[in-house]
C-alpha cells in the first residue's frame, strides 16, 4: 500500500517561481511525488503566486495584516503585533485544511507564536544564500544578493533549512552552491541561483515528507 500524501501549505509573498516548481514537480510526479498542495497562503493579496496557485486549481488564503486584523488596527500595530497576527492567521488556514507540512518560498513574514510550536520541524523556509552567512532580518530578496557582492564573497547559493524562533536561524538541512562572477549584479547572480532554488525547495519538501 502506498505512503498518503503528506497535506503541504505553500507561503509566499511575491511571484511564486518557488512555488511553481513545487506544483510542476506534483503534476509531473503523480502519485510519487509524497505531498499534496493543499493551500497557498499569501501575506499580500497582490502576490502573482496566488494567481498560479489558481490556475493550478489551488486553493489560496490572502493573511495580510489588513486582512486579518483590519485596516485601522493594522495601521496602528508595531511590527511584531502584526506578525503574531499573520501567523495565527496562517495556523488557523492551516489546521483548517489539516496541513501537516509547511514551506516558506519566498515568504516575508517572520512566523511567531503557536505556530511554532505546533508545527515544529514541519516548517522549511528557502533563503537565498548560504546561511549562516548573509540571515535575519532584512535578508530577503535583491538585499542579500546585494550583501553578498559587497562582502566580495567568492560564492553564494540557498538554504533549506527547518524555521525556528530565530530568523534564518534553524538547523540546515538543504545548500545549493554557485560562484560569484567578476561583474557580478544582484540580478546576474539571482538569476544563477534561481534555478537551484527550484531544486532545492522540491528536495526540502520531499525531505520533511519523509519525517512526517
Given at each position: 500500500m ?21 506544483i ?23 502576490a ?28 496602528a ?124 525547495i ?11
Amino acid at each position: 500500500m502506498s505512503k498518503q500524501k503528506i497535506k503541504a501549505a505553500v507561503l509566499v509573498s511575491g511571484g511564486g517561481t518557488n512555488l511553481q516548481a513545487l506544483i510542476d514537480y506534483q503534476v509531473e510526479k503523480k502519485a510519487e511525488c509524497p505531498y499534496e498542495i493543499v493551500i497557498v497562503i499569501s501575506d499580500t493579496k497582490k502576490a502573482y503566486a496566488l494567481e498560479r496557485a489558481a490556475k493550478a486549481g489551488i486553493q489560496t488564503a490572502v493573511c495580510s495584516p489588513f486582512a486579518v486584523m483590519g485596516a485601522d488596527k493594522a495601521k496602528a500595530a508595531d511590527r511584531d503585533t502584526k506578525r503574531l497576527a499573520v501567523s495565527n492567521a496562517v495556523l488557523d488556514v492551516c489546521r483548517l485544511n489539516k496541513v501537516e507540512a509547511i514551506v516558506q518560498a519566498g515568504w516575508l513574514t517572520v512566523l511567531s507564536g503557536v505556530i511554532l510550536s505546533e508545527y515544529k520541524d514541519k516548517i522549511i523556509n528557502l533563503h537565498p544564500a548560504l546561511l549562516p552567512k548573509f540571515g535575519g532580518v532584512g535578508m530577503w530578496g535583491h538585499h542579500v544578493h546585494e550583501a553578498v557582492l559587497a562582502a566580495g564573497e567568492k560564492e553564494s547559493g540557498c538554504t533549506i533549512h527547518l524555521v525556528s524562533e530565530e530568523c534564518d536561524g534553524g538547523k540546515i538541512l538543504i545548500q545549493k552552491r554557485v560562484p560569484v562572477v567578476p561583474g557580478d549584479t544582484p540580478d546576474s547572480l539571482y538569476e544563477r541561483i534561481a534555478p537551484q532554488e527550484h531544486i532545492a525547495i522540491v528536495e526540502g519538501l520531499c525531505m520533511l515528507c519523509e519525517e512526517c
